[in-house]
């Protein structure tokens, strides 16, 4: 393997992911991710002059939808709220976001 | 903390603005929700699964968002990609349901426009669509339920509430080069675009609900003291974002207190934190609010649920057309068609259907030999009231009837002004000491003891004779 990955950026990413993870499942995730980089090295040796960059596979463009209200699709409150550990007032809760001063 | 005048000569503010505002569609961005966040009874009645973020929720974007936005885009000059796309921003905050909000990172609808200000060109470096995340409420629970899921909710426990009405609403961002060099040009900025989003009827602009948000990047550059006029040559290395300004007046303050307290510390040799602020509009001051170390990484990437929108030059071209005279140009055609002056036209145009009533009601005014800055004048003063529903013609017949005076004898009105002067000796010793505004009451009492209409012009000279008496 010639990617390597540091602990850094393990925690960097498991961060960004907002998962909280173990010394031990840091270490298989090196593994993965190392891996997962040489696979991408492994692409970028494909010669790709004269291919058009896409960020899509579909060949769909302009799929858009008239400004009509469904009210069919829309739930109920109660059905909204149905999945929610708490609620309060019709509102879903969450701990104080402490966030102003 | 207030910018002394050493400090305003010393240093230029650099500033540049970002203006958020909630499209008025009926449906929201990406799902056949309503929109309507505001009118809404109760929280949560408005979302499906796309708006809450569950598996399977499919977007679709709204086409009417984005030909608003490109209408916006082209009001302001702005260059339209032709084909642009939707991208997903990641980050986690409970207000927004899926951990990623759909916006626009490289290829927003409009780009490279401009805005003209008093105080010089603002340049408009690009228009993106986005969703709205929902609404959070920060509450300390008072009463609960004993029952069902309020039962984990202690009193007294601090918690914030999500509604979701909002989540998905369709939202514009209109994001300006530095270009702005005082307070004041800011709040002039700000308040012509709302006043174009207005008059093109896509917004409601509600600051005080939240449906038009104003930030301000904010930095100081030194003043060239050989040269004070030379323009900057180059931007400060750091800047300073305060958010969540929601009125003109906050901004201005914001901006004037962030060049007082700037100025102290480049004063001492130091660069302001790069940082983002907070408003606090009670104590009129900004403050820091600590941000996540990485909350910048939002790792952009093109959103695979929504295909790239594509316009041909015909279809951009065909918006154009459709494109109303704007209300700076319209003001300007007045002055020279109508002599309808700047001041007053500025204030009258509000919407695209009053517009144009007035402007009928400026062509009768012009035939029947009346002056329209002079009816446009009445209207400001609301000495006649009148609205679109009303036809022009009797508008400016009314106007004729109250500007018609009557045939009344010098003697008269002067036995009433005599009368009046004699009855209000207070305002008389108050005329005499200087206080010239009295004036207004004399014609007022005048006018009514008389019980006909005179000449204000004739009334006033004739008062003042007596006065002077
Ligand atoms: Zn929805």
Redesign the interface.
Known sequence: MSNKITTAQIK?IA??A?IPISEKEENSLRDAFEETLDVISELQSVDVTGVEPT??V?G????????????E?????AD??KN??????????????I??? | MKTDNTNKNKYSLVCGLEIHAELK???KLF?????DPFGAE???????PTC?GMPGGSP???????EWTIKVGLALGCKINLFS?FDRK?Y???DLPK?YQISQYDLPFCYDGVLETSFGPVGITRIHLEEDTGK????T?EK?NSAG??A??GHGK???????NRSSVPLMEIVTEPDIHSAEQAKEYAKEIRKILKYLDVADCDMDQGGMRLEANISLAPIDKNNPSSKLSKLPNYKVEVKNINSFRFMEQAIDFEMGRQAEILNDGKVPTQETR?W?SVKSIT?S?RTKE?SE?Y?Y??D?D?????YSRENIEAMRAELPELPAQKSKRWATEYGVEERYSKQLISHEIFANWLEESFKICVKEKIEPNKFAGALINKNIRVSHVMSSIIAVEEFKKLSQTDEVADDEIISVITDVISQNNDAVIKFKSGDTKVIGFFIGQTMRKLGKKVDNKKLGELLLNELKK
């Open positions: 960097h961060d960004l907002s960020h899509q579909t769909f463009e302009n799929v858009l939808r008239e400004d009509i209200v469904n009210e699709n829309m739930f109920s409150q909204a709220l929610s550990k708490h609620t309060y007032d019709g509102y879903f809760v969450v701990p104080r976001i966030d102003e001063k | 569609t009926n449906s799902c056949g929700c309503k929109n109760k929280p949560n009645i408005y979302t499906c809450l679709v974007a709204n086409k009417k968002a984005i796309k990641n986690f905050y409970p951990s959070l409420l920060h509450k629970i609960v899921r309020e984990g909710l601090q918690v914030s509430l999500i509604d979701f907070g606090n403050f609010q990485d990484d790792r990437f093109p695979p929504l295909p790239p929108i594509r």
